[in-house]
C-alpha cells in the first residue's frame, strides 16, 4: 500500500509545535497525546482523495492533514475525561488527564483545538485567494462543530445511561463520528479538484464509513482483544451506553456493517477520478477498516 501511518506521521508532525516557555507543560501534553499512535486514519483518507484527483504534491493539503488529526486527538483527550468517558487507556497507554492530570488534559484538548485552526489557515497564503481552499476551511470548521461532531458528543453525554431510540443513536453516530470522517474525506477532494457531485458521492461514501466504524467499534467494545484493542474492553457496558449492539442484536450489527461497507465501496468506485490505483488503495482501506480487530 502506498500510503501508510508512518508517512502520514512525517506530514504531521512537522505542524505539531515544540514545548517549551511557560506553557510547555500543555504542549508537552498535546505532543504526547498526538505521538500516542493510532491509525492515523483522518488525514490518510484526506490525502488519498485529494490523491484520487491531483497526485502533486500539496502543502496546503498537508496543514489540514495535521489539523484533522489535532481536531481528532483533542476529541479523544476530552472523551476520556473522568465526566465523559472515564478512560485510563488509550492506544495501550495512560491517557492524558492519568499522566498530566484532569487541568492539563483540558487545556491539552483545547490547545489542539485551536492549534488546528491556526495551522490550517496557513492554506491561505499556500494558495492565496483560492476558493477550494476556503471550502475546505468551512469544512473543517463546520463538520467537528455544532452541528456535528460536538453535536453527536452532546446528544450522547445528555443520554448516558439512558435508553436511545434508533433515531437518536443515528444521530450520535453520524456526527460524533462520521463527521469527522466527511469532513477527512471532503476537505481531500475539494482540495484536489473535486466538483459538486463528486463531493456529494464523497459525504455519502464517507457517512457510510464513519456509521460502519462506529457499529464495528460497538462489537469489539463485546468481544475484541484488549491486548490489541489498546483500551479497556466492556466500557459501553460499564457505562451503560446503548449502542447499535445492545439494541439489535450481534448479528444483525455484522450485517449491517456489511451493508454499510458495500454500500460505501459502491459509491467511491463510481467516482469519476484521475488517479483509478489511488481510488483502488481507499476501497482497500475502507474493507481494512470493517473487517480489522482493533
Known sequence: MKYSAKDIEKIIFKYIPTAKGYQAKVMEAMEYAVNAGGKRLRPMMMQMCHDMYDDRDDEALHVFMAA??????????????????????????????????????????????NYAYETAAKAFTIRPADSAVEQAYIYLASKPGIYGMIGGQTLDVMKSGKQLSDAE???????????????????????????????????????????????????LDIVGDEALLGKPVNSDEKNKKTTYVTLHGMEKSAAY???????????????????????????WLVKKLIDRDK
Do not use: W
Open 68 to 113: 484533522i488529526e489535532m481536531i481528532h486527538t483533542y476529541s479523544l483527550i476530552h472523551d476520556d475525561l473522568p465526566a465523559l468517558d472515564n478512560d485510563d487507556l488509550r492506544r495501550g497507554k495512560p491517557t492524558v488527564h492519568v499522566k498530566f492530570g484532569e487541568d492539563i488534559a483540558i487545556l491539552a484538548g483545547d490547545g489542539l483545538l
Open 169 to 219: 443513536l443515528e444521530y450520535i453516530y453520524i456526527n460524533k463520528t462520521s463527521a469527522l470522517i466527511e469532513c477527512a474525506m471532503m476537505v481531500g477532494a475539494v482540495l484536489g479538484g473535486a466538483d459538486k457531485e463528486e463531493l456529494l458521492l464523497i459525504e455519502q461514501a464517507a457517512r457510510a464509513v464513519g456509521i460502519a466504524f462506529q457499529v464495528k467499534d460497538d462489537i
Open 257 to 283: 456493517v456489511e451493508e454499510l461497507s458495500e454500500n460505501a465501496v459502491r459509491l467511491i468506485d463510481s467516482l469519476s477520478v484521475k488517479n483509478e490505483d489511488v481510488k483502488r488503495e481507499l476501497i
